[in-house]
DNA sequence: TCGCGTTCGTTAGAAGTTATAACTCCACCG
DNA sequence: CGGTGGAGTTATAACTTCTAACGAACGCGA
């Protein structure tokens, strides 16, 4: 989306239709889900019959993967937007992240969703992932943090890998971490609807757990 | 399952072919995803052809429907078991949970994973969902909580029709809620492979997780 | 014990889906 | 201005769910 360089007319009209195509793809997503995609309505949607969009797109696991990656790189650029903002914290990235979901639910879930057993992300997409993570361990490894040592922190020390060299210590790793899963599982049980009937107010659910994220614990200083 | 009261033969049998369909369905579901259910294949497998599945079942729908009532009232059941056992409390809870859904991770993204925009589950089905709710609440409710007042429990004393009658405190509610989205968090990020590749032991995070769930906090003591 | 009706399972078929193969045709590049 | 490659087309195969119509078997009641 960012590097339009076409040069020939025909690499124009390809990627144009690239991008058509993608469009129409994410309204069926956003209105019946992933699984309900259907190649041959997008087609016709476009006007063209059935196998022509084979020449844009191997097959519907392609397409897929190609929505998976542009959702991937959406969270992350929103994530890289709001920890560029003057004053940025947690508490924006929380509120990035939920507005972001809540923008298109169905978006949310082919990234943390259901996973199809048998399908492995390519790489660049779980290099885009570990790319999410970066704003949020910065954002960690600036606040003053009085942890004890829990024994999680110790076995996180021996694998931080994944943190891809930030010089956090392993406190804040393990911040960044349940950040991350607690808003995840307050996020997701909601787009779901299952706090449907239930009364409270979810937004406010999130936002007494982003409190507990960010605010010093007494004993254990989480 | 339980009330086999199957007088005639006819339903004799024909509750053995549903019990039987819905075990193929299972197999299907565990290797390849809940998107993936065929009823053809089912019915190849029981050896008969195709259409003689709707003798039993209306459809698709109802067939997932179905599973997914059972995959509910197969975790209430394991909280009902396990909050029965001497001693039982809330780390019980939290060790049945990880122990059920590594059992079987898609049954478990077929009650908590990706829902279809359209599907709202019948009532019946709500109920057991409801019911799950019940041992999570006795568990905190018999716990001693110092809580300091947060914003959020104010707001959920006002909207407590989900506990059902329930007398705990609201701090009690909200620890209930926070035990089940938090574990939901971790859970089902590690299910759906999100934490491939990072390193650390899944099982030490989510104890960890648990820890700081049941700990009481120094401050605003959760 | 015998018949009749309910239910089961079948085949046929409609309307979808993904995906491949073969063909036409136009646009662009040299 | 011609050749080539890409775009879009139809035809087809192999799937899917699901409906309709038919036959056969099973069991209940007389």
Redesign the interface.
């Known amino acids: 989306m960012v590097n339009q360089e076409a040069k020939t007319p025909r690499e124009r009209y390809r990627a144009q239709v690239r991008t058509e195509i993608k469009d129409r793809a994410w309204e069926q997503i956003a209105?019946?889900?992933?699984?309900?995609l259907s190649l041959n309505a997008i087609a016709k949607q476009l006007g063209m019959s059935g196998p022509a969009l084979y020449r844009y797109y191997a097959g519907r696991d392609e397409l897929i993967t190609e929505l998976v990656r542009d959702a991937y790189r959406s969270l992350a650029d929103a994530f890289r937007a709001a920890s560029a903002r003057p004053g940025a914290d947690v508490s924006t990235l929380a509120s990035t992240l939920r507005t972001w979901a809540l923008e298109d639910p169905?978006r949310y879930?082919l990234i943390?969703?259901?996973?199809?057993?048998?399908y492995h992300a390519p790489d660049d997409i779980?290099a885009i992932?570990s790319e999410i993570m970066a704003p949020i361990l910065d954002a960690f490894a600036g606040l003053p943090s009085s942890d004890t040592a829990?024994?999680?922190d110790a076995?996180?020390e021996e694998?931080?890998?994944?943190a891809d060299g930030h010089p956090a210590p392993a406190a804040a790793l393990?911040r960044a971490?349940?950040f991350?899963?607690?808003?995840?599982?307050?996020l997701?049980?909601e787009?779901?609807?299952?706090f449907t009937?239930?009364?409270?107010?979810p937004a406010?659910?999130y936002?007494?757990?982003l409190?507990?994220l960010t605010?010093p614990?007494?004993?254990?200083a989480?």
């Open positions: 209105t019946a889900g992933a699984s309900a169905q879930f943390y969703g259901t996973p199809v057993p048998g779980t992932a829990a024994a999680f076995h996180l694998h931080r890998d994944w393990r971490l349940t991350w899963t607690r808003l995840h599982g307050a997701s049980l787009l779901a609807g299952h009937g239930m009364g409270f107010d406010r659910f936002a007494a757990e409190d507990e605010a614990r007494g004993g254990d989480m």
